[in-house]
């Protein structure tokens, strides 16, 4: 009798915490796609903070675990970067009568090369920090270079929010979410990448955890930019669109698999990737 009250006040507790989730959810989808895009990339933000967290608490992380979830984030950007930016940016350009291959891909290539731009600027940087000499000039140029590889990440956060007020084929409030959500899981390891080695460093605890969290505060920043713009130009969206595309499918190529593919369990790794892209092609094909 006991076991059957208890497992009655569990399915009742699980019920109540359902109910209220569904009241956020709606609440949220009331909102404004501003205020939207501010929750969503606070979020990626808070996820950076997190990685960067660690370094009160490891030395490192399990590389596994890390790996798996990097793999994953891969696969939900590759079908995100399809099924939720540039299939809709070209049904899009019909609507407008606008040259839909040239825009996209021009848009796609310019995300790619700002983020590649970021890349060099990190690595020029990466190469100067052998010794003591310069460490602030040396540590502000880090948290620079991050901040432009996160800008197209914010941009492609916002852009998919703000092209929800136009009710696009293949735009839905779960398809952004999953891209923010997607961007977060990366920005994990991302801040525990610059927290653990400014660690290694000599830099304290704090200062590690702070400069690591900092590289994530430009994502909110750029997200609410790039809603505007959404909302202001409707003609700019087909490239906005192409443009976070491009950003997102640079990270995925030049950061997220070769990483996933260093662990020695490589060909599970390439199934996380095969699974994350499968459930955000659902998630799409369904909701969308």
């Given at each position: 009798h006991l076991h059957h009250i208890y497992a009655h006040s569990k399915y009742h507790l699980l019920?109540?915490?359902?109910?209220?989730?569904?009241?956020?959810?709606?609440a949220f989808k009331n909102l404004s796609p501003v205020w939207q895009t501010l929750i969503a990339t606070l979020f990626t933000w808070g996820v950076t903070a997190l990685g960067a967290s660690i370094v009160f608490f490891f030395k490192k992380v399990n590389k596994t675990v890390m790996d798996a979830m990097l793999g994953f984030s891969a696969g939900v950007m590759i079908a995100a970067s399809f099924f939720s930016l540039i299939e809709p940016a070209l049904e899009m350009t019909k609507s407008l009568k606008m040259n839909g291959p040239v825009i996209i891909s021009i848009g796609f290539l310019l995300?790619?090369?700002?983020?590649?731009?970021?890349?060099?600027?990190?690595?020029?940087?990466?190469?100067?920090?052998d010794g003591n000499k310069g460490s602030?000039?040396?540590?502000?140029?880090?948290?620079?270079?991050?901040?432009?590889?996160?800008?197209?990440?914010?941009?492609?956060?916002?852009?998919?929010?703000?092209?929800?007020?136009?009710?696009?084929?293949?735009?839905?409030?779960?398809?952004?979410?999953?891209?923010?959500?997607?961007?977060?899981?990366?920005?994990?390891?991302?801040?525990s990448a610059v927290s653990l080695p400014l660690r290694r460093e000599g830099y304290s605890r704090k200062k590690a955890?702070?400069?690591?969290?900092?590289?994530?505060?430009?994502?909110?920043?750029?997200?609410?930019?790039?809603?505007?713009?959404?909302?202001?130009?409707?003609?700019?969206?087909?490239?906005?669109?192409?443009?976070?595309?491009?950003?997102?499918?640079?990270?995925?190529?030049?950061?997220?698999?070769?990483?996933?593919?260093?662990?020695?369990?490589?060909?599970?790794?390439?199934?996380f990737t095969l699974f994350g892209f499968v459930l955000m092609m659902i998630l799409d094909i369904t909701l969308g």
């Open positions: 019920h109540n915490i359902l109910i209220e989730v569904k009241k956020l959810f709606e995300g790619g090369t700002l983020l590649f731009i970021g890349d060099k600027i990190y690595n020029l940087v990466d190469k100067k920090k602030r000039k040396r540590c502000f140029m880090l948290i620079s270079s991050i901040t432009i590889h996160n800008i197209p990440e914010g941009l492609a956060v916002g852009v998919a929010f703000g092209s929800l007020a136009y009710n696009i084929t293949g735009t839905t409030l779960l398809s952004a979410l999953t891209i923010a959500l997607g961007i977060g899981l990366q920005n994990f390891p991302e801040g955890f702070f400069y690591g969290q900092l590289s994530g505060v430009v994502e909110p920043i750029s997200a609410v930019i790039g809603t505007i713009l959404v909302l202001k130009i409707k003609t700019i969206l087909p490239f906005l669109l192409a443009f976070a595309a491009g950003s997102m499918i640079y990270v995925v190529v030049e950061e997220l698999i070769p990483e996933s593919q260093t662990n020695p369990k490589k060909d599970l790794m390439a199934f």
